[in-house]
């Protein structure tokens, strides 16, 4: 560990240098709070000079169950998201904490392994309080897109480790550096942040990126965001799900194309996605559903958080609701009525199932463009 600096010095209003020097935190929650209150000391230009990374807080002190639909058995630190929707677990550390040294791995790891495995992003969606586009500038289209992409990292275990402290032990940066070089889609990093003050109050933050290997940059040099179209999806779907799912897709592509909606294909690095839109003539998209192939199977996911008048109410999205637990004889919990509950695509393989999904949508079409005509 390079120690060499003990002093910054600081120019100061009126031309003099003020000298600062090491400090320690105070406690483990001051460092916690400059983290939530200033993500930019998670030294994102650091990570990726090409693309520095951006930041979203979802949640301080983010429950991570150890069951599906179990109680919360653990809480992170910090559960941040960058553009490209890759969940970063954040755990907090004074370096005189002694567990700083192994102790926080096997926690972190338990964080990981449950988070990917129970988190659901419809309740990420609901604790994160702010605006995508002001945040990441994205636009509406791009919104839904990137939740799903959220939902895919999760599934797919591409996430981002930190284990952030004002000092980085010698024998857990061993350890970081070693999972760096090991995982592929799981990225591992030591995160200082230094803090220095002066002799009259002034203070100065320091981060400084750890762990990120040049033999770790090879091994997820191929973690990239793809452009898909049409043909691509197909294989996408048939590769996943086979080639009846396939033609059910292009079935789907087709008659919904017809209907004079719009298909936006995803850029998922590892698998596909489409959301169908419907545009009206003042303007006005809407979101109906989306399919995407993931890796247990082909989903049809509908888009009731991005519904628009007129059924954007909660009167009128209970109503679609029980259509749909009709369509797809399968209950829907209220609480998916604020994210996009999704089924397996075979169940529209069975044609009734099939006629009653499209006719639902057709209608609501209609129903759509009568309520935003120019």
Known sequence: MDNAVEKIFMRGADGKLIALSPAPYDSEDILQGLVGDYPA?????????????KWILVSREMGVPGAENGADLWYLDHLFLDQ?????LVEVKRSSDTRIRREVVGQM????????????????????????????????????????????????GK?????LA????????RIIEF???QMRDTEVLGLEVRQYRSDTGEQIFVPK??????????????????EWDRESFLDDVEQTGGAELRNLAERILEEFTALGCRIWYGKGAQHSSIIVICDAENGVSMHLFGLYPWT????????????????ESDEQKQKLKKKFEEVFQSHIPDKKLKGRPSFPTTKLLDSEIYSEFTKVYTDMIHQFREANQA
């Open 41 to 53: 000391l998670l030294a994102g230009d650091q990570m990726t000079p090409e693309e520095p990374r």
């Open 84 to 88: 490209d929707g890759i969940p970063t």
């Open 109 to 156: 790891l338990d964080y990981a392994a449950n988070a990917s495995a129970y988190w659901r992003v419809e309740d990420l969606q609901t604790l994160y309080q702010g605006d995508l586009n002001t945040a990441l500038g994205l636009d509406s289209d791009e919104e839904a897109a990137y939740w799903t992409t959220v939902e895919s990292n999760l599934r797919l």
């Open 159 to 163: 996430l981002r480790l930190v284990f």
């Open 166 to 173: 004002d000092r980085i032990p010698d024998a857990l940066l």
């Open 179 to 181: 999972l760096n070089n």
């Open 209 to 226: 990126l750890l762990g990120r290997t040049f033999q770790s940059v090879a091994v997820k040099q191929g973690r990239t965001t793809r």
């Open 296 to 311: 247990k199977g082909v989903y049809v996911e509908l888009a009731f958080q991005r519904l628009k008048a007129p059924f």
